[in-house]
């Protein structure tokens, strides 16, 4: 909770700072899926690499469990291709935790909390 903040601005020009947000959106609609719903970024980034480039090198991009699956736009994202539940999403965390180990031996991280109770622990 913030009570009280100080902020220090400075004027801009509109037209850039309405460039500036256009390249962003430009960027992030390149790079993220945009449209059906997803978990956001799944796992964190291992020191030195990314965790979307170790998934889609191992080949887990479009992997899917139930209607939860891989994105093929981003690897490190999560998609609901229609009904997925928090099961098909869990298990699938799972499966691409299994693939990326066996063939880089990086140990992703989870990065999404989990709220909820799950037959077993809610561990992937």
Known sequence: MVLEADLDLAPADPRECLARLEEWLRTRNDTQPIGPPS???VFRNPGGDHAGRLID????KGMRAGAAVVSDRHANYILNDGGATAADVLA????VRTRVR???????????KLIG????????
Request: charged share 25%; glycine share 24%; proline share 7%.
């Open 39 to 41: 978990s956001g970024c």
């Open 57 to 60: 090198g191992a080949g887990a």
């Open 92 to 95: 699938l965390v799972g499966q």
């Open 102 to 112: 066996e063939h880089s031996g990086v140990d992703l991280v989870p990065e999404i």
């Open 117 to 124: 109770e799950f037959e077993d622990g809610g561990r992937p």
